[in-house]
């Protein structure tokens, strides 16, 4: 099982990326997905999830009403769209999926992606 993070990049504040999470091994339409993120000398934080269904979405108050996390099924790619970018987004974001649950969770995750760099200049 593997998931890849991708679609980061160097933005200005107010900007906007997409970053796609793609697997191998994996059907990502059978399992919830998660982003997360970890700037330097800080914890990695959950940023949004996604149930199996995608029914239920949740996202870090920080980000809410400038992230949206989706899915394409077709392309069995999760994305996260982000706008209206700030600096204190910049950090490594991950994907990952619990594995365990079909619910939109943060917790637990068993299978990780590699990260993308994600730096937001003032």
């Known amino acids: 099982v593997q998931l890849q993070a991708s679609g980061g990049g160097l933005v200005q504040a107010g900007g906007s990326l997409r970053l796609s999470c793609v697997a191998s091994?994996?059907?990502?339409?059978?399992?919830?997905i998660a982003w997360f993120r970890q700037a330097p000398g800080k914890e990695r934080e959950g940023v949004s999830c996604?149930?199996?269904?995608?029914?239920?979405?949740d996202y870090l108050d920080s980000v809410k009403g400038r992230f949206t996390i989706s899915r394409d099924s077709a392309k069995n790619t999760v994305y996260l769209q982000m706008h209206d970018l700030k600096p204190e987004d910049t950090a490594v974001y991950y994907c990952?999926?619990?594995?365990?649950?079909?619910?939109?969770?943060?917790?637990?995750?068993?299978?990780w992606g590699k990260g993308t760099q994600v730096t937001v200049s003032s």
């Open positions: 990952a999926a619990p594995g365990w649950t079909p619910q939109c969770t943060t917790q637990g995750m068993r299978f």
């Open positions: 996604i149930s199996i269904t995608g029914g239920k979405i």
């Open positions: 091994g994996f059907t990502l339409d059978a399992n919830s």
